[in-house]
């Protein structure tokens, strides 16, 4: 955090070749550093955020909709504006009396290189965040989090198809090889289960296995990679604000969290829709009732929403049956009494401060590198996640070990991104879309291409490893 309040990047009028005579104030060690202490700290951060987001998921299963579409929003909100004082004081601080109580409202005067930024385009900041995570609820609770990890990589080959055309980003064949590595590493990830016959089966927020079927499985894997678009959608748009009109990443983030608390109502309808067991559809009427059956869920208590006086989980099977299988009222009723559990209001409270940390060292990387970057980045992130979830600690009862298959498909994904950075990305014009650094500032376009002008141009890419 001292870090991202200290402020601002180097300098882009820093000199870059001095004589004896005149040497260059050398800034803070850091800075030299930065983006490598920035990755660091994001791929822990993410990490975290995913294993507590599933386990958040498995707890109150039957409210997933609610709590991440009315309670996440706001609760996010306010730890932002938490986050945001300190970083107000730390620039008044450094001297800038633009920064004070109007950063907190539309219109402030230095959100961007140009004073003021639009309402609207903050709005599309969280709006895609939002579509996002009203398709990837369902499925993140059906599906393991290893699998979860592997099929969030598809958001890079979306990203990469979406700045292509829409940021004018072109790629070597480095950069192809790259994201064809992703697509098979997800092909390696399941390989086991479908020689086997072994899709469809998830173990629930109890420890249990739960059989849904191949036909079920495969639909809430179609949708958990149909929920990667929009947040493709989300990386480009964001590299476009920031790079495009130099925007304030925490007023970015402020402002658009206002926004999200709108788009999360809105998209609260999405828990009217009837999607296959083991979830069952609410309507309207019931929004007042789920709000509060979501809460004492929070807090570790079976609401009795669905239960109709059922004293155990047991009780909710059908007459002779140890299971639900794909029956969802059945399943409804059992998922009530995994709030009994855990105590979600711990993991969310968790989940929370991970999430906003990841969320705006992701900007940061996206303003300073590029989305694509930052989404490659995120495959590192998810290979972490895929480590700690087979710690019960960390994940509860859904922990699992990885398979060999599994292991292997984080491996390739990790090569994946090695081969991606051999090359940096570039624009039409053949120019960086990365902010290089020396110890001394910037490294201006004109030099680092001349730089790269040697018989091997690989010696100058910025290979991460």
Request: hydrophobic residues 45%.
């Amino acid at each position: 955090w001292l870090l991202l309040l200290k402020g601002q990047l180097p300098s882009q009028s820093c000199a870059v070749m001095t004589t004896e005579e005149e040497q260059p104030v050398r800034g803070p060690w850091y800075e030299r550093y930065i983006v490598a202490i920035v990755f660091v700290f994001f791929v822990v951060m993410r990490a975290m955020d995913r294993v507590f987001y599933k386990r958040v998921l498995d707890t109150v299963p039957n409210y997933v909709s609610t709590i991440f579409n009315v309670y996440w929003p706001f609760c996010i909100q306010i730890l932002t504006m938490i986050l945001v004082l300190p970083y107000v004081l730390q620039k008044r601080r450094e001297g800038d009396l633009r920064y004070g109580p109007s950063f907190y409202l539309p219109g402030f005067k230095a959100a961007c290189a140009a004073g003021s930024f639009s309402l609207t385009k903050l709005a599309f900041f969280s709006f895609w965040d939002q579509v996002n995570l009203a398709l990837s609820t369902a499925p993140g609770v059906v599906l393991p989090q290893t699998m979860q990890s592997l099929l969030s990589n598809f958001a890079l080959i979306f990203t990469a198809c979406i700045a292509y055309f829409y940021l004018g980003s072109r790629y070597k064949i480095v950069h192809i090889i790259g994201l064809i590595l992703i697509v098979l590493s997800e092909c390696w990830d399941i390989t086991v289960e479908v020689q086997t016959g072994g899709l469809g089966d998830y173990t629930d927020g109890s420890g249990k296995k739960v059989a849904l079927g191949a036909a079920v499985f495969i639909f809430y894997v179609a949708m958990y990679i149909i929920s990667t678009v929009p947040m493709a959608i989300s990386n480009c748009y964001k590299q476009k604000c920031l790079k495009d009109h130099d925007l304030d990443v925490m007023y970015a983030t402020y402002i658009s969290g206002w926004w999200q608390v709108v788009w999360g109502m809105l998209f609260y309808a999405t828990n009217w829709i009837p999607y296959p067991s083991p979830f069952s559809a609410s309507d309207p009427s019931q929004f007042v009732p789920n709000v509060k059956a979501a809460w004492v869920c929070f807090l570790g208590e079976n609401p009795n929403f669905y239960t109709n006086g059922a004293t155990t989980s047991a009780e909710c099977y059908p007459k002779g049956a140890d299971s639900c299988g794909t029956d969802q009222e059945c399943s409804a009723c059992v998922n009530d009494f995994i709030c009994t559990q855990d105590p979600a209001i711990i993991w969310f409270a968790i989940y929370l401060a991970f999430n906003l940390s990841f969320n705006v060292l992701m900007l940061w990387l996206t303003k300073r590198m590029s989305a694509v970057w930052a989404a490659i980045a995120t495959v590192v992130c998810l290979d972490l996640t895929n480590i700690f979830s087979q710690s019960s600690l960390l994940m509860g009862n859904s922990a699992q070990v990885m398979t060999y298959e599994q292991w292997m498909a984080t491996v390739l994904a990790s090569i994946a991104m090695i081969v991606y950075n051999l090359e940096p990305e570039r624009n039409k014009a053949g120019q960086t879309v990365y902010a290089h650094t020396t110890a001394d500032g910037v490294v201006p376009d004109e030099l680092l291409r001349s730089l790269e002008g040697s018989q091997n141009p690989h010696s100058q890419a910025p290979l991460l490893a």
